[in-house]
C-alpha cells in the first residue's frame, strides 16, 4: 500500500515538475511553422502563465529576420551601385562608399530593432482599446502574446506575391489570437483588427491626398 501511495504522489506531482509541452518555448522556426500551420491550436494551448518574455523574443526575432533580409538586399544593391560607379570611373570611391552604407546599416540595425519593440506595445494597445470596447474578457497582455505570435507571417514579406498574403495573414492571426486569448466571438475579433487597420489607411489615404494636392497647388502658382 504504501509503495503504490508514492507512486500515485509521484505521478501527480510529475506534470508540475516538468514544463508544459505546450507551452512555447520550442525553436523558433518550430514555432513559426506551428503559428502558420496550426494558429487555432497554438493560440489554445499557450497557457495563461505565460508572460511578456518568449512572445517579445518571438516577435523581435522576426524582426530581426526581416531586417538583416532587407540589409543584405540594401547592402548588395550598394555595392552593385559602387561597382558600376568604379566602372564608369575610376576616381570614385568605391571602398568608402560601400564602408558608409554599411555603416549607416550597422547603426541603425539596432535603433530598427529598438523600434520595432516599442511598435509591439503601441500596436497592442490600439487593439486593446477596440477589443475592449467590443467585450475582451482578458487583461492587456493576451492582446500582447496575439500580437507577438502574429508576426510569423512577416518573415515571408519579401517573397514575390506571397508578401501581400503574409501581410494579410498576419491581420488574421491577430483576430484569431483575440478570439481564442479574449474569448471573443469571432466577428467581434475581426471588427477589433479591421476597425483600427481601416482608421489607419484612411488616415494615411488622407495623407497622400493632401501631399498631392499641395503639390498640385504649388506646380499652378509656379506655372
Do not use: D
Not at 18 to 37: C, D, M
Not at 53 to 75: D, E, H, V, Y
Not at 77 to 86: D, G, I, R, T, Y
Not at 207 to 215: A, E, I, P, S, T
Amino acid at each position: 500500500m504504501a509503495a503504490v501511495k508514492k507512486t500515485i504522489e509521484q505521478s501527480t506531482k510529475q506534470p508540475s515538475q516538468q514544463p508544459s509541452p505546450k507551452e512555447p518555448s520550442r525553436g523558433y522556426f518550430k514555432l513559426w511553422w506551428e503559428i502558420i500551420t496550426e494558429p487555432v491550436s497554438f493560440y489554445e494551448k499557450i497557457p495563461t502563465s505565460l508572460g511578456y518574455r518568449q512572445p517579445t523574443i518571438f516577435a523581435l526575432k522576426t524582426s530581426a529576420f526581416i531586417l538583416a533580409i532587407l540589409f543584405i538586399i540594401i547592402g548588395f544593391m550598394a555595392l552593385m551601385f559602387a561597382a558600376m560607379k568604379v566602372a564608369s570611373s575610376s576616381s570614385a570611391p568605391f571602398t568608402g562608399v560601400a564602408g558608409v552604407v554599411f555603416l549607416i546599416l550597422l547603426i541603425a540595425y539596432p535603433l530598427l530593432l529598438l523600434f520595432s519593440w516599442g511598435m509591439l506595445y503601441v500596436w497592442s494597445g490600439i487593439i486593446h482599446l477596440f477589443a475592449q470596447l467590443l467585450g475582451a474578457k482578458q487583461g492587456f497582455k493576451e492582446t500582447f502574446v496575439s500580437v507577438c505570435y502574429s508576426t510569423a507571417p512577416q518573415l515571408v514579406l519579401f517573397i514575390p506575391l506571397v508578401g501581400s498574403a503574409a501581410g494579410i495573414y498576419s491581420y488574421v492571426l491577430q483576430g484569431i489570437g483575440l478570439h481564442k486569448r479574449q474569448k471573443m466571438t469571432p466577428g467581434k475579433a475581426a471588427a477589433a483588427i479591421i476597425i483600427p487597420v481601416g482608421i489607419l489607411m484612411i488616415v494615411v489615404i488622407g495623407l497622400y491626398v493632401v501631399y498631392f494636392l499641395y503639390l498640385f497647388s504649388a506646380m499652378r502658382i509656379n506655372g
